[in-house]
């Protein structure tokens, strides 16, 4: 089951415009940009339909690459496939909040409901479009017991996004979100983006976290939120793609990531080509 896109307010994926595209707020609700437009430009002081939390122009991050209601998969299973740009995203949480289960559903378009354990770390890779730009982005699935916290940090020295992922059906996983985003800004980037999630929305019936937590946690460290489900591959998409958009509307991680791109294909080179060894000057 891929995730299917519609805006939250006309309902569709098709929109009036052929000009159109989606947008997303920081509370992870995706409409038309048009659609949400007439909202803002109608109001005196405009809120978003779905939550009703203040809403402006400024708050609304393209999605880009969304051209039909289920996203076409770039079929790219060679992890040194050219690309115009490539992106590192690491994902932090306590251990069995499903940051496996959300990077496999989005990597692979799989759900497996009993995972192993993660051990250290694991790389996942997927190309995306994004506006005509073919984009790599390696997500790094972290362990979130105790006894790995050690090796984290050389993994999140240099992400371009950083995920915050608690469970909605597990109270203190969500008290640990402040413990983790200390983690990422003592060891991060400064300017890497952060977004929160909030996953297993499926269990409704038994959430401990409401929704409301999440949200006001998200505006006041500033970041996006979204509520997932890697069982029903809900809003797992539209949160990696608000993400990566942030950081190609920055200019200096898309800058700092090219670089480290330009080294990688260096020693790639190198290593495929090695310089021939000067001639001998031995006689026999």
């Known amino acids: 089951m891929?995730?299917?896109?519609?805006?939250?307010?006309c309902l569709s994926f098709s929109s009036e415009?052929?000009?159109?595209?989606?947008?997303s707020t920081k509370g992870g609700h995706i409409f038309h940009y048009s659609c949400i437009k007439r909202v803002i430009d109608r109001d005196e002081f405009p809120t978003c339909p779905v939550?009703?939390?203040?809403?402006?122009?400024?708050?609304?991050?393209?999605?880009?690459?969304?051209?039909?209601?289920?996203?076409?998969?770039?079929?790219?299973?060679?992890p040194d496939a050219?690309?115009?740009?490539?992106?590192?995203?690491?994902?932090?949480?306590?251990?069995?909040?499903?940051?496996?289960?959300?990077?496999?559903?989005?990597?692979?378009?799989?759900?497996?409901?009993?995972?192993?354990?993660?051990?250290?770390?694991?790389?996942?890779?997927?190309?995306?479009?994004?506006g005509g730009k073919t984009v790599k982005l390696n997500m790094w699935d972290t362990a979130g017991d105790e006894k790995y916290r050690a090796i984290i940090p050389s993994y999140v020295r240099n992400?371009?996004?950083?995920?915050?992922?608690?469970?909605?059906?597990?109270?203190?996983t969500f008290n640990h979100v402040q413990d983790w985003l200390k983690f990422a800004n003592d060891h991060g980037p400064e300017n890497a983006i952060r977004v929160l999630i909030g996953n297993k929305s499926d269990q409704e019936s038994i959430r401990m976290v409401p929704t409301r937590r999440g949200k006001e946690l998200g505006q006041s460290e500033g970041i996006p939120f979204f509520?997932?489900?890697?069982?029903?591959?809900?809003?797992?998409?539209?949160?990696?793609?608000?993400?990566?958009?942030?950081?190609?509307?920055?200019?200096?991680?898309v800058q700092a990531a090219d670089n480290i791109t330009a080294r990688s294909r260096r020693r790639l080179m190198y290593t495929e080509y090695p310089a021939e060894p000067p001639p001998s000057l031995s006689c026999c």
């Open 2 to 9: 891929a995730e299917r896109f519609s805006c939250a307010i």
């Open 17 to 23: 415009s052929k000009s159109d595209y989606f947008v």
């Open 51 to 78: 939550c009703r939390e203040p809403l402006s122009m400024a708050t609304l991050t393209r999605l880009y690459g969304i051209e039909s209601p289920d996203i076409e998969e770039i079929p790219r299973k060679n």
């Open 82 to 130: 050219p690309c115009d740009h490539a992106f590192k995203i690491v994902v932090l949480g306590d251990s069995g909040v499903g940051k496996s289960a959300l990077l496999r559903r989005f990597a692979d378009n799989e759900f497996q409901p009993n995972m192993v354990t993660t051990i250290g770390c694991d790389l996942l890779f997927k190309f995306v479009d994004m």
């Open 159 to 172: 992400a371009h996004a950083i995920f915050l992922v608690y469970s909605i059906t597990d109270i203190i």
């Open 227 to 253: 509520e997932t489900s890697a069982k029903e591959a809900h809003n797992i998409e539209a949160a990696l793609r608000t993400a990566t958009a942030e950081i190609m509307e920055n200019p200096d991680l």
